[in-house]
């Protein structure tokens, strides 16, 4: 690990911002990027960049803002995270892998994420008692539907 990497993989996430001018290699981000860089390379974590940003999968999804809240889960302290990072890692490069992270031979319905919606799909759409209340009220899509 030496210096050149902990800025290359600054410089791939901070390209990729709304505003990059704006965005400074500080300390703790230094230091976050040399630790993940004594277990992985600089070539590996700017894949995990590309993915977070380009991949149409439902994890790169969610951290752009694809979940309930409309949240986005892009920062260095996020993509880099240490409990994660392994996994990540590993799906980004499978991504990486495939012509632009797709199969492209292989119908949207027919694809990982469309036939399963991730672990969260059950949760969400599981029904609920409003506080309060003796009534169960099942959300659709974000709606809740009258009941007669």
């Known amino acids: 690990m030496d210096k050149a ?3 290359r993989v600054f410089e791939a996430w901070r390209k990729r911002q709304k505003q990059p001018a704006r965005c400074r290699l500080t300390e703790s981000r230094r230091t976050t ?7 992985h390379t600089a070539d590996e974590l700017v894949t995990l960049t590309n993915f977070a940003y380009d991949a149409d999968e439902p994890g790169p999804r969610h951290w752009r803002g694809g979940n309930r809240e409309g949240r986005v889960y892009l920062g260095l302290d996020n993509l880099l995270r240490i409990g994660k990072l392994a996994d990540r890692v590993e799906d980004a490069l499978e991504w990486a892998d495939t012509d632009d992270g797709r199969d492209d031979d292989v119908p949207a319905s027919n694809r990982s994420e469309a036939a399963n919606p991730g672990p969260m799909a059950r949760f969400m759409n599981k029904p609920r008692r409003k506080l309060g209340s003796k009534k169960l009220v099942t959300k659709v899509r974000g709606r809740t539907p009258r009941r007669d």
């Open 5 to 7: 990497d902990v800025e």
């Open 33 to 39: 990027i040399a630790r993940r860089l004594k277990e």
